[in-house]
């Protein structure tokens, strides 16, 4: 079972910058599609990012695009998310995960939460005006 495990979340001001860690467990990890999601208070659980396990491919949801890049390391068995200008409307639980099929996602595929079948327990990102 895969276990992806976040860091690097905290306090930052608007306009500030954040990097996002998720190391995750497992022989097959260059195998797996990525993604991050995060989840508001009172909000459903929503696409941020995700990156096919080749590295080709790379979606991001519009609220994010231009300010956020993922990017993974197969050697280390770790995906981040650069979060750079970021706004209070980013304040949320940011979460990792995978989906260890190994089949191709397409953008479609990738915001779907149900295609993801390992989660970690998410990083706190806080975002002051």
């Known amino acids: 079972q895969v276990q992806p495990v976040e860091s690097g979340g905290g306090l930052v001001q608007a306009g500030g910058s954040l990097r996002l860690s998720c190391a995750a467990s497992g022989r097959t990890f260059s195998s797996y599609t990525m993604g991050w999601f995060r989840q508001a208070p009172g909000e459903e659980r929503e696409f941020v990012a995700a990156?096919?396990?080749?590295?080709?491919?790379?979606y991001y949801a519009d609220s994010v695009k231009d300010r956020f890049t993922i990017a993974r390391d197969n050697a280390k068995n770790t995906v981040y998310l650069q979060m750079n200008n970021l706004k209070p409307e980013d304040t949320a639980v940011y979460y990792c995960?995978?989906?260890?099929?190994?089949?191709?996602?397409?953008?479609?595929?990738?915001?779907?939460?149900?295609?993801?079948?390992?989660w970690g327990q998410g990083t706190q990102v806080t975002v002051s005006s």
């Open positions: 990156i096919s396990w080749s590295r080709s491919s790379t």
């Open positions: 995960a995978a989906d260890t099929s190994g089949y191709y996602m397409d953008y479609v595929r990738a915001m779907r939460r149900n295609e993801y079948d390992c």
